[in-house]
Each structure stands twice: as structure tokens, then as C-alpha cells.
């Protein structure tokens, strides 16, 4: 039975503020237990639910030394179908209200927290076949391996994977004021952890991790471009031989129209009529005008400018003033889209509804009242959110980018085919062009439309198919 050890900086139902939750979350649970024995190591933020450390019982605790000071690491665990979670204590660190941009600098918390889990291993008495890092918070991990553990036995045989959930994200600081990488040889500091001039976390993981996995194909790709690649594309080409892209599944019980408890009128492809039932829920909770023929457009989201909502404000005037349309937004992100979106909701309340904030529950009855959900965002590793708005018979909206593109198939009229619409260019009007196109099929071809709903939700979003692939990774670098 192979050890498979996953660390990163967030992960359901613990702590989350993105997609990666989510996926760390979930991927483990449908890894072949027959095979793999699967745990899961993040920080014990403060922050996490006092319902789940309440479960956690202390396994031991030690001291480390590292530059700052011997540090404290005190380790927790607790286990639920089948999966051991770990958590790494430390007040100094972990204490915030947040798990990012609180107590201390981002790059010392998570320089701390790679060190933090290598040590912990042999205090464990736990030796992972693999460990599969998460994002720039654990890039330094596998470095780390092999510069403080390279000649000692108990480490020798681990071998690494590294998953890049957004390459925006790199952990960038000054060289020399990260104080939990002082000790680590200039060698590396100004080698295999620098670009541009800056200590860059992310790329020490693409260098020093067996494999490289993203979470698309065509992300996969985008990154190796000067385009997609954020300044590291001629790293990502040098290690294309060990990158590969696997698209992201998403839980599929917690996201079914026939048995979601958030949902008013559940349904499914064989009572799809049941959805218009939602809607006016929808509408009335919103404080919209209860228009059967409005078609109510979606946006749940981070409201950030990586998922494009420029564009979407330039054209809200024009959208709103289109008869029977209405627009439901909920997310919480920069002040300026907050604002926006808050702006048109005062000047159209019968139309346009902006929820500034977030909410589990709420999220639901969106995903399964609306009609069209709007993704037109900038660059997009994967994207979960369109997933879920297809398992509720809402047709996705999207701009042909990263793991949109892939997984969002564009209606043809010839064949019938297809589970949404996409645009190619990252601009305002190739997108109003294509929601009004959109808009067209839904008024005047309520069958074929219909139709289009149904295939949305026969989409195969399912984790089953995803971790086949990454259990052939830990085999390929495992044998
Ligand atoms: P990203 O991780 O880039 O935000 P994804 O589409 O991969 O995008 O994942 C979005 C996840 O976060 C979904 O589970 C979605 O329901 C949730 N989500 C969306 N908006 C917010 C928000 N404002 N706060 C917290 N979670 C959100
Ligand atoms: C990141 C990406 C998103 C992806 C998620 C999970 O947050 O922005 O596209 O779906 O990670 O992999």
C-alpha cells in the first residue's frame, strides 16, 4: 500500500477561500483506498471552526531549529472516511483571523510551514511514498527535501508532486528578508528560488518536484506562453517533459439538483420543468421583478480581475437595458467590482440583484434558479464554478481560456451540440456579442435550448475519471 501525503495551505471543510479547498478537499476521497493510504497535512490556522479542532486530538509536539528561533510544532489529527488529517500548530503563525495576509509575512508563514511538515514526518514515525504539494504556500517543499534531507535516509526514497492550482500566485519576496530561508544555502537562494531578482517560492517547486501537474490541458499549455506563463514560461518549457494538465472534478453528491437541501424544488433531467420553480424562488429572494420570460444571468464568483468582470461592467448598461434580462450577483472580492455591481443594483433593483458577501446556501439556489451563468474571466487554471452551474442544467457563458475551454463544449445549431458558449478574445464586445446570441437560442429555441440543458447536466464533472490519472503519476514516479 503506497502513502500518498498531500500538503497545502487550504482544504475543505476546514478552511477555504478559492477552488483549492475544494479540490484538496475532495481529490483524496476518491483515490483508490485499495491502493493508497491517503492523508492530508495543512497549518491549524485559528481561524478553523472550533466545531472541527474540538475533534482534533494532539499527537506530540516538539522543537525545530530554525532562523527566527527553536520553533514550537505541535501536531493535531483527526480522521474521517478513511483519511488521516494532520495540522501543524503554532501561535506565531497560524493565529490570525485569515489564513493569507494576517500575523506575518505570507512567505515566512508558509517557508515555515514546508520545514514545519518535513520535520514532523519522523516525529510521526511517517515515511509517504509522495508528497503532493499545492500552490506557491508549499513550492518550497521540495527543495527543501533534498536540501536539508538529501543524505538522510529516512527522506531518501519520498518523491514529490507539485500541483499548480494559479501561476499568478508565486510567493515573490525580497531574497534576503525571508528570515525561514536565511539558513538555506545562497546556492539555492539565488539559484533554483530566484527570478527577477526576487526569491520566488513557485519556481523552486517546479524545479525540485518529480512531476508537475496543473489543472487543465490547456492551461498546461498557456503557461509555457509568454502570454499565460507570468513571467515563468521559460521555466515551465524547460520542465515540459515533467508537467502535465488534469482537469479538476468536483463533488458531485454535494452538487445534485435532485437531492440539494438548499434547493426549493429539487430536480433532474426528467423533470427539468421543475427549475422554472426554482427561478422564481430565485427572483423573489432576490427582489426581482417575477418575470417568467426574464432570463436570469448568473455571476458567483471571487470578484477579482482575474475572472474578467471588466468586461462585464462595461456592458451591464447595455445588458440591463435588454428587455427580459436579469442579472443575480454574489462574491466578495476588490472594492471596485463591489462597488460596481452594487451600483447598477440600485439603478435597476427590478433587474439586477448584487450580493456583496458569501454564502454556501445561497450560492446553491443561484446555481440552480438562474438560466445562464458568466464566466468570462482573463485566465483560468481550471474553474469549478462552471462545473457546478452545468450539474444545474445552467448554461455557462464563458471566455475560451485555461480549463474553461476544456471543459465547456460551444453550442453548434448544425449538430445540436454543445453545453455552452465561448468567446475567444479577452474583450467587452465579443462578449455582449455572444451573450445576446445566447439570449437569441433561449427565446426562440426553447427546445433546442431545453436540450442544451440536459447535456449540461449529463456533463461528466466526476472525480472518478480525474484520479485515475494522478494514481498513474504516483506510480510512474514511484516504480
Ligand atoms: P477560484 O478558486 O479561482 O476562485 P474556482 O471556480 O476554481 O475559482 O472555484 C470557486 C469556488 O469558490 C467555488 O466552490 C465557489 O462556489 C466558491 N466561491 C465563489 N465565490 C466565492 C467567495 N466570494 N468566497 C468564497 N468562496 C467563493
Ligand atoms: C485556482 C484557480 C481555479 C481552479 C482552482 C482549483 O483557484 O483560479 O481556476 O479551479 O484553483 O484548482
Same mark, same amino acid.
Given at each position: 500500500?503506497?502513502?500518498?501525503?498531500?500538503?497545502?495551505?487550504?482544504?475543505?471543510?476546514?478552511?477555504?477561500?478559492?477552488?483549492?479547498?475544494?479540490?484538496?478537499?475532495?481529490? $483524496?476521497?476518491?483515490?483508490?483506498?485499495?491502493?493508497? *493510504?491517503?492523508?492530508?497535512?495543512m497549518?491549524?490556522?485559528?481561524?478553523? $471552526?472550533q466545531?472541527? /479542532?474540538e475533534?482534533?486530538?494532539? +499527537?506530540?509536539?516538539? %522543537?525545530e531549529?530554525?532562523?527566527? *528561533?527553536q !520553533?514550537?510544532?505541535?501536531?493535531?489529527?483527526?480522521?474521517?472516511?478513511?483519511?488521516? %488529517?494532520?495540522?501543524i500548530?503554532?501561535?506565531?503563525?497560524? #493565529?490570525?483571523?485569515? $489564513?493569507?495576509?494576517?500575523?506575518?509575512?505570507?512567505?515566512? =508563514?508558509?517557508?515555515?510551514?514546508?520545514?514545519?511538515?518535513?520535520?514532523?514526518?519522523?516525529?510521526?514515525?511517517?515515511?509517504p511514498?509522495?508528497?503532493?504539494c499545492?500552490?506557491?504556500?508549499?513550492?518550497?517543499?521540495?527543495?527543501?527535501?533534498?536540501?536539508?534531507?538529501?543524505?538522510?535516509?529516512?527522506?531518501?526514497?519520498?518523491?514529490?508532486?507539485?500541483?499548480?492550482?494559479?501561476?499568478?500566485?508565486?510567493?515573490?519576496?525580497?531574497?534576503?528578508?525571508?528570515?525561514?530561508?536565511?539558513?538555506?544555502?545562497?546556492?539555492?537562494?539565488?539559484?533554483?528560488?530566484?527570478?527577477?531578482?526576487?526569491?520566488? &517560492?513557485?519556481?523552486?517547486?517546479?524545479?525540485?518536484?518529480?512531476?508537475?501537474?496543473? @489543472?487543465?490541458?490547456?492551461?498546461?499549455?498557456?503557461?509555457?506562453?509568454?502570454e499565460?506563463?507570468?513571467?515563468?514560461?521559460?521555466?515551465?518549457?524547460? +520542465?515540459?517533459?515533467?508537467?502535465?494538465?488534469?482537469?479538476?472534478?468536483?463533488?458531485?453528491?454535494?452538487?445534485? #439538483?435532485?437531492?440539494?437541501?438548499?434547493? $426549493?424544488?429539487p &430536480?433532474?433531467?426528467?423533470?427539468?420543468?421543475?427549475?422554472?420553480?426554482?427561478? =422564481? #424562488?430565485?427572483?423573489?429572494?432576490?427582489?426581482?421583478?417575477?418575470?417568467?420570460?426574464?432570463?436570469?444571468?448568473?455571476?458567483?464568483?471571487?470578484?477579482?480581475?482575474?475572472?474578467?468582470? *471588466?468586461?462585464? +461592467?462595461?456592458?451591464?448598461?447595455?445588458?440591463?437595458?435588454?428587455?427580459?434580462?436579469?442579472?443575480?450577483?454574489?462574491?466578495?472580492?476588490?472594492?471596485?467590482?463591489?462597488?460596481?455591481?452594487?451600483?447598477?443594483?440600485?439603478?435597476y433593483?427590478?433587474?439586477?440583484?448584487?450580493?456583496i458577501? %458569501?454564502?454556501?446556501?445561497?450560492a446553491? /439556489?443561484?446555481?440552480?434558479?438562474?438560466?445562464?451563468f458568466?464566466?468570462?474571466?482573463?485566465?483560468?487554471?481550471?474553474?469549478?464554478?462552471?462545473?457546478?452551474?452545468?450539474?444545474?442544467?445552467? @448554461?455557462?457563458?464563458?471566455?475560451?481560456?485555461?480549463?474553461?475551454?476544456?471543459?465547456? !463544449?460551444?453550442?453548434?445549431?448544425?449538430?445540436?451540440?454543445?453545453?455552452?458558449?465561448?468567446?475567444?478574445?479577452?474583450?467587452?464586445?465579443?462578449?455582449? &456579442?455572444?451573450?445576446?446570441? #445566447?439570449?437569441?437560442?433561449?427565446?426562440?429555441?426553447?427546445?433546442?435550448?431545453?436540450?442544451?440543458?440536459?447535456?449540461?447536466?449529463?456533463?461528466?464533472?466526476?472525480?472518478?475519471?480525474?484520479?485515475?490519472? %494522478?494514481?498513474?503519476?504516483?506510480?510512474?514516479?514511484?516504480?
Open positions: 500500500m503506497k502513502k500518498i501525503l498531500f500538503a497545502a495551505s487550504e482544504g475543505n471543510p476546514f478552511i477555504k477561500t478559492g477552488g483549492l479547498a475544494d479540490v484538496v478537499g475532495a481529490l $483524496p476521497k476518491y483515490i483508490d483506498k485499495s491502493l493508497y *493510504e491517503i492523508s492530508i497535512i497549518p491549524l490556522y485559528r481561524c478553523i $471552526p466545531k472541527f /479542532r475533534q482534533m486530538k494532539k +499527537v506530540t509536539h516538539f %522543537y531549529n530554525m532562523p527566527r *528561533e !520553533e514550537y510544532i505541535g501536531i493535531y489529527k483527526m480522521e474521517e472516511s478513511g483519511i488521516t %488529517y494532520y495540522f500548530d503554532n501561535e506565531y503563525y497560524f #493565529a490570525g483571523d485569515a $489564513p493569507y495576509h494576517h500575523i506575518c509575512e505570507d512567505v515566512n =508563514k508558509f517557508a515555515f510551514f514546508s520545514r514545519a511538515v518535513l520535520a514532523a514526518l519522523p516525529q510521526l514515525k511517517f515515511c511514498d509522495v508528497i503532493h499545492h500552490d506557491w504556500q508549499t513550492g518550497l517543499l521540495p527543495m527543501l527535501l533534498k536540501v536539508f534531507y538529501g543524505e538522510n535516509k529516512f527522506y531518501q526514497n519520498i518523491k514529490t508532486v507539485f500541483t499548480i492550482h494559479n501561476q499568478k500566485f508565486q510567493g515573490r519576496w525580497q531574497i534576503d528578508d525571508i528570515e525561514n530561508c536565511r539558513d538555506i544555502p545562497a546556492k539555492y537562494r539565488y539559484g533554483a528560488m530566484e527570478a527577477y531578482g526576487e526569491s520566488n &517560492f513557485l519556481k523552486a517547486g517546479i524545479l525540485y518536484a518529480d512531476q508537475v501537474t496543473t @489543472v487543465s490541458e490547456t492551461y498546461a499549455r498557456e503557461i509555457q506562453t509568454p499565460g506563463g507570468e513571467g515563468l514560461d521559460g521555466v515551465m518549457r524547460e +520542465v515540459s517533459g515533467k508537467l502535465c494538465g488534469i482537469i479538476n472534478g468536483i463533488d458531485e453528491k454535494e452538487y445534485d #439538483a435532485q437531492t440539494d437541501k438548499n434547493i $426549493p424544488y &430536480f433532474g433531467t426528467k423533470n427539468i420543468a421543475e427549475k422554472k420553480k426554482d427561478k =422564481k #424562488a430565485l427572483q423573489k429572494e432576490m427582489g426581482l421583478k417575477q418575470d417568467a420570460k426574464a432570463c436570469v444571468i448568473a455571476i458567483v464568483s471571487r470578484l477579482t480581475q482575474q475572472k474578467g468582470f *471588466e468586461l462585464v +461592467v462595461s456592458v451591464m448598461e447595455e445588458l440591463l437595458q435588454t428587455e427580459h434580462v436579469q442579472v443575480v450577483v454574489l462574491g466578495t472580492g476588490e472594492e471596485r467590482f463591489q462597488h460596481d455591481f452594487s451600483w447598477f443594483a440600485q439603478k433593483p427590478s433587474q439586477m440583484c448584487a450580493n458577501g %458569501y454564502s454556501e446556501d445561497k446553491h /439556489r443561484i446555481y440552480a434558479g438562474a438560466d445562464m458568466l464566466m468570462p474571466s482573463q485566465f483560468e487554471p481550471c474553474g469549478l464554478s462552471q462545473l457546478i452551474s452545468m450539474r444545474y442544467g445552467t @448554461v455557462p457563458i464563458v471566455r475560451e481560456t485555461g480549463g474553461l475551454k476544456d471543459t465547456v !463544449e460551444p453550442y453548434n445549431e448544425i449538430w445540436q451540440t454543445g453545453t455552452g458558449f465561448g468567446f475567444r478574445n479577452y474583450d467587452a464586445g465579443e462578449m455582449l &456579442f455572444i451573450i445576446r446570441y #445566447a439570449l437569441k437560442i433561449y427565446q426562440e429555441q426553447p427546445k433546442a435550448w431545453k436540450a442544451m440543458m440536459k447535456r449540461c447536466m449529463k456533463h461528466d464533472s466526476s472525480w472518478q475519471t480525474v484520479t485515475k490519472k %494522478y494514481e498513474a503519476i504516483y506510480e510512474k514516479i514511484t516504480s
